[in-house]
């Protein structure tokens, strides 16, 4: 396939990577099957999309090229030279550098000091340590990425995404060869992206670049070429500008998926809500926050990062000791708020950040779906496993897990299905307002329809939503209200019937 | 791999994927060195070691060490650890023994709560005032083991006869045998156990899973506190006498029978039964190894250095996050 291109490319471009036949297995699952014939090859001056949904092999395949881990078959060549790195650090000392979508800094550690983890020599005479010279150099490499960000900030005091352009930062400071973005953008807000994009477009000359992604807009919005995967397989490889959107989706998942699925709330301002908030105010958050949920509806909430919807959830279920304001449930007042009494009430909460949150990704799905009622399911104190076997293997088959049987562990399992579990947990408690806190984040298109599709049952059935998000496609397609945040207060409320555009969000956002 | 894999869940099998069943070698570790150690002092003393009366010196001499490893192994499921063990083995036989010489009987009560009472310090300290739990037990042990020679003025302490038999063979052993199935049923299929594993997994999720954390966090230092109380009484009652010495260094030998069952001191994954085989190991080896006439330096060498081998072979490094 476009065969007069590469040739022409040739000339100017250096080849980085090529792989042919790729064969991954973990455990007996094959997570990647290339067939011997199958073939690529990537070279400096193209950024290169890694599609697919969950469980494509798009992660695998970074991980293979990025040292994490090493195939079962086929051939990878670097720059010509039979490559089989041994660690990420062979890796990187080669060249091939990686961001994955997990936060990668020391929490502890100032900014700087994570850019030059690894590297402190360069910044010590006779042991001791250049703490300036390092700050001013960090200041340099982040003017070039994020120049919004501290180099004396403590990692954990900035949020997820600023980490990310930090942990961005590190690697292209190394100026490697071959720079890979595993689903990096799944986190971000809509400034930090176009950061990243600029950055892209700078290094593309000398610098093969590859993302994992799925997210349609990026795709086309930065990559030259598609390297579609589906379930491990090799589908196709595509230029990016002689490919439409619908063609990649139906060659990513197969079939045609519809994102708009919601149609008009079935909210009624009459009946009682089912949650009504009166002057929340959350430390480091939100101040002064209303809101009224009824039954049936999906309010939407949205803001730049840092604005502070993202702690309003939180504040609600109880997980932030700090929350002030009248919360009322059902009509009943509920102070002294706390998970268990939360969810006791009805109230589920989905966490942004779902394996560290969400999850125990050590354990089986089996335990942790039944995480919430083991206490229902048990007679006396007494655990049924049989009870607890059919709940969850009853939930993850309406939910589509995608995994061997229940008693398979989490850590197996792809962002999405891990997702699935999170949201079947909540469903196990069998309440009826659900807090949820980016549910798409980092999943899929395909996975992404189906859990707005069982948003959409739940509010049928009379449940109320309350959804947090960085994505505007996302509030604005799910959302019968959208709130948005600015420092702390909210900005602006629409309503479905206003039909707002995303252009209308942003400009009440910033 | 569970070997319960797979089981009542027809409705996901259409994304089973086949070939899965190999046996998990890292699980039979604990097993293969018994196995081991029986087979290397048999060989070497086969007269001495494999009789029948040695063989119920050492499950003897396991008991206590296994009553006690069955509470520890509460703690360390859930992420903690309790290093006041031994302190508390010594008080709560002491006080066991004095009160059995006018109460008889009310003497193994009277060791069950002293022990709970001290589990319960280190279980509210560590949970409500946020102390780390190493630190809270190692306090713990140092100013149980002040209160043991105030309390005894440094002399043992003489049990009443009335509660000697449960210190003999083979009732000691039932006595043992009946402590593990109440802990193998508490741990296994009880809400609790389920909780104690959420919360080694992470305690994190399982608060926001609306888990009573803080409660479950102090439950397991009482389990482990009562059964320090319960070996207290035993073992006076097999040694006819408490001493306040009794328990001293014990907090590491129990830690290392559940560890050489494979339990990570980091929680979440671990076995009972595991624990009572790594109970049997311990003793095991102490008998065979002064059977065999080897000093006690030496002993502390080679027990050291299995232990280290015996947690390399068997951690499944896969299932725990971070080693520390």
């Known amino acids: ?510 | 791999m569970n070997s319960d894999t797979g089981s009542g869940s027809e409705s996901v099998k259409a994304n089973e994927a086949p070939g899965r069943t190999m046996p998990n070698m890292r699980a039979l570790v604990p097993y293969l060195a018994f196995v081991l150690i029986f087979a290397f002092f048999s060989i070497m003393a086969f007269d001495r070691f494999n009789t029948l009366h040695n063989f119920s010196t050492v499950l003897q001499q396991a008991t206590v060490l296994a009553i006690v490893a069955f509470g520890m192994h509460f703690v360390i499921s859930t992420g903690s650890i309790d290093l006041s063990v031994g302190s508390t083995l010594s008080l709560a036989g002491l006080v066991g023994a004095s009160v059995s010489l006018w109460g008889g009987p009310l003497g193994i009560v009277a060791a069950i709560g002293v022990g709970a009472l001290v589990g319960l310090f280190n279980g509210v300290v560590f949970t409500y005032l946020k102390v780390p739990s190493f630190m809270v037990s190692l306090g713990t042990l140092l100013a149980v083991q002040g209160l043991t020679i105030v309390y005894s003025r440094s002399n043992p302490i003489v049990i009443d006869a009335s509660i000697m038999p449960i210190g003999m063979f083979p009732n000691i052993v039932y006595v043992a045998a009946g402590v593990f199935v109440l802990c193998y049923v508490l741990y296994n299929h009880t809400t609790f156990g389920r909780y104690c594993m959420a919360i080694g997994g992470d305690e994190r999720v399982s608060g926001m899973s609306g888990l009573p954390v803080n409660a479950i966090k102090v439950s397991v230092f009482v389990v482990s506190g009562l059964l320090a109380g319960l070996g207290g009484i035993v073992m006076a009652a097999r040694l006819g006498a408490a001493t306040p010495t009794a328990g001293s260094a014990f907090e590491l030998s129990v830690i290392s029978a559940v560890v050489l069952g494979g339990t990570p001191l980091t929680g979440g994954v671990g076995s009972m039964q595991n624990t009572v085989i790594g109970a049997l190991i311990i003793a095991m080896l102490g008998n065979g190894l002064i059977i065999l006439g080897i000093s006690s330096e030496i002993q502390k060498i080679i027990t050291g250095l299995i232990l280290i081998l015996a947690v390399f072979l068997s951690l499944e490094r896969g299932k725990i996050g971070v080693i520390k």
């Open chain 1, 1 to 510: 396939m476009d065969a007069d291109h590469s040739q022409t490319k040739q000339n100017l471009d250096m080849q980085i990577f090529q792989l042919e036949g790729i064969g991954k297995s973990f455990g007996g699952v094959r997570a990647l099957r290339w067939r011997d014939e199958d073939r690529v090859e990537i070279s400096t001056g193209e950024v290169w999309a890694f599609a697919g949904e969950n469980g494509a092999g798009k992660s695998t395949l970074a991980a293979l090229l990025a040292g994490v881990t090493s195939p079962n078959r086929g051939t990878m060549r670097y720059e010509g030279e039979p490559y089989a790195p041994a660690s990420v650090n062979e890796a990187k000392a080669r060249g091939v550098q990686i961001v994955f979508q997990e936060p990668a800094l020391i929490p502890s550690l100032t900014v700087a000091e994570n850019l030059f983890i690894g590297r402190e020599a360069e910044f010590s005479r006779f042991g001791l340590r250049l703490g300036r010279r390092m700050v001013a150099q960090a200041r340099k490499l982040l003017a070039g990425v994020c120049p919004h960000v501290d180099p004396l900030a403590v990692a954990r005091d900035l949020s997820l995404e600023d980490q990310k352009l930090v942990e961005t930062a590190r690697a292209v400071s190394t100026n490697p060869r071959c720079l890979i973005f595993d689903e990096t953008t799944a986190t971000m807000s809509s400034r930090n992206t176009a950061l990243l994009l600029d950055l892209i477009a700078r290094l593309k000359p000398t610098t093969a670049i590859i993302m994992v992604t799925h997210r349609t807009e990026e795709i086309f919005a930065v990559t030259d070429k598609l390297l579609i995967l589906k379930d491990g397989a090799f589908v196709a490889v595509r230029d990016t500008a002689a490919t439409t959107p619908d063609e990649l989706s139906n060659l990513m998942v197969g079939r045609d998926v519809d994102l708009h699925i919601r149609s008009a709330g079935a909210g009624n301002a009459e009946e009682e809500p089912l949650l009504e908030i009166e002057g929340l105010t959350v430390a480091g958050g939100v101040r002064d926050f209303s809101l009224r949920l009824a039954k049936g509806s999906i309010v939407g909430i949205g803001g730049l990062a840092g604005a502070g919807q993202e702690r309003i959830l939180s504040g609600i279920y109880g997980t932030r000791p700090s929350s002030s304001g009248r919360v009322v449930v059902k009509g009943k007042v509920y102070d002294g708020r706390r998970p268990r009494r939360s969810i006791g009430l009805g109230l589920m909460y989905a966490p942004k950040n779902r394996d560290r949150e969400g999850l125990i990704l050590q354990q089986k799905v089996r335990s942790n779906i039944v995480l919430s009622v083991l206490d229902r399911l048990s007679a006396g104190g007494l655990a049924s496993k049989a009870r607890e076997t059919s709940l969850s293997s009853q939930l993850a088959s309406r939910l589509n897990v995608k995994c061997r049987s229940v008693e398979e562990n989490c850590q197996n399992l792809s962002g999405g299905n891990r997702q699935k579990v999170v949201l079947a947990k909540l469903l196990a408690t069998e309440g009826d307002i659900f807090l949820l806190d980016n549910p798409t984040r980092g999943i899929d298109i395909g996975a992404r329809a189906e859990i707005y599709q069982l948003l959409n049952d739940l509010t049928a059935r009379g449940a109320g939503v309350i959804l947090v998000s960085d994505e505007l496609q996302e509030l604005l397609q799910m959302s019968d209200t959208i709130m948005l945040i600015r420092d702390g207060r909210v900005a602006k409320t629409f309503d479905r019937k206003d039909k707002p555009q995303e252009s209308d969000l942003i400009r009440h956002m910033i």
